[in-house]
């Protein structure tokens, strides 16, 4: 029996190389995050920054941002060159001399971790019947429910901070 070996390849490609070619020839998009320029864009921008923002593509030294909403992107403008500075050390082998924003949906991060638990903290602290009724009645006027819970939690945790403030002072 005669074993046949196969010829090897000069040209291999990469698969990502392969599928993003094939994908263009095709003309589908899609949108695939570089997981490494999603990390580097965080660490170098640090959490509260990160958390309003998404870095999800670096073309021609261009820097593609996402941004929550219109004052962050105003904002971020004004803080440009500074970020510019910030993410060029954290990025291998990529240099970025622009960063291009643009309003989008920002996807849920993970590194909000102490924040939420921060939150829960001061959420599960009990408290009084007079303060529950006056969040309620606060919030009555306000027809956007996501916005509702966000006023729901800040102001159950400004209360509770109070209270706590109060208990350690006056045990």
């Not at 939420?116 to 019947?129: G, N, P, V």
Request: a positive charge; glycine letters at 2%.
């Amino acid at each position: 029996m005669r074993v046949r070996r196969r010829k090897r390849q000069k040209n291999l490609l990469k698969l990502g190389d392969f599928l993003d070619k094939t994908l263009k020839r095709r003309k589908i998009h899609l949108d695939m995050a570089d997981t490494s320029l999603v990390d580097a864009w965080n660490s170098a921008v640090g959490p509260v920054i990160a958390a309003q923002t998404y870095a999800f593509k670096l073309k021609n030294n261009t820097l593609f941002v996402k941004v929550s909403t219109s004052i962050w992107m105003q904002q971020l403008q004004f803080m440009k060159q500074e970020i510019i500075d910030k993410v060029n050390p954290v990025f291998v082998n990529k240099t970025v001399k622009n960063i291009y924003f643009s309003i989008g949906k920002i996807p849920a991060a993970s590194s909000m971790k102490d924040d939420k638990e921060d939150i829960s903290y001061h959420e599960s602290y009990q408290l009084k019947a007079r303060d529950k009724r006056l969040i309620k009645e606060s919030l009555e006027s306000v027809p956007d429910e996501e916005l509702k819970g966000i006023l729901k939690r800040v102001m159950t945790k400004e209360i509770a901070k109070r209270r706590i403030t109060e208990d350690e002072k006056y045990p």
